[in-house]
């Protein structure tokens, strides 16, 4: 059946001189029905938004996405508390977010397991560029405009209006 579904789509892109008929036709069916279990799941999701496909999702109801945005392949979304996306932001593939983390200042003797977890939200600003592989860690504010390179680890928040860079992120440029 695979193969039949590829060849299909060959000729279909050969008949009509269009690369990538197949990636177009199906991405589409699947990212709509992607956005829309989403919102049945208590996800808010603005007009126009996508969610590429291998997305792994903790609880989708504390998920909140403005308009005219999208996640890029392969995010992993890791949320006990609330994510925040603003309008028109972009994120490339490989994406992590982490909402928690193991309390990691108590005394040695205590298994790590039974130290607690701490809570934070994570809020992404409207206008924002995100590359791929970056990681951003619990309770991190990033402001609107700001670009965020190819693998950086975002721990604090971010300035809106700034390019940012490295392990952890740290401001590079201003954007004019």
Not at 12 to 40: C, H, N, P, W
């Amino acid at each position: 059946m695979k193969l039949f579904i590829n060849k299909f789509f060959h000729l279909v892109s050969l008949l009509f001189g269009v690369k990538g008929t197949r990636y177009t036709f199906l991405s589409d069916i699947f990212e709509s029905s992607r956005v829309i279990l989403l919102r049945l799941s208590g996800a808010k999701i603005g007009k126009n938004s996508y969610l590429r496909s291998n997305l792994f999702i903790t609880n989708p109801r504390l998920l909140t996405i403005g308009e005219n945005s999208g996640i890029s392949r392969n995010a992993s979304l890791f949320l006990y508390k609330e994510l925040i996306i603003g309008s028109n932001v972009q994120i490339g593939s490989n994406l992590t977010i982490h909402t928690a983390e193991h309390i990691l200042d108590q005394k040695l003797d205590k298994p790590i397991i039974e130290r607690g977890e701490k809570y934070k939200g994570v809020v992404i600003g409207s206008n924002v560029y995100i590359g791929s592989n970056v990681t951003i860690l619990l309770g991190v504010k990033i402001g609107d405009g700001t670009v965020i390179a190819a693998g950086s680890v975002v721990i604090n928040s971010l300035d809106g209006g700034f390019i940012y860079a490295g392990v952890p992120a740290k401001k590079k440029k201003i954007i004019k």
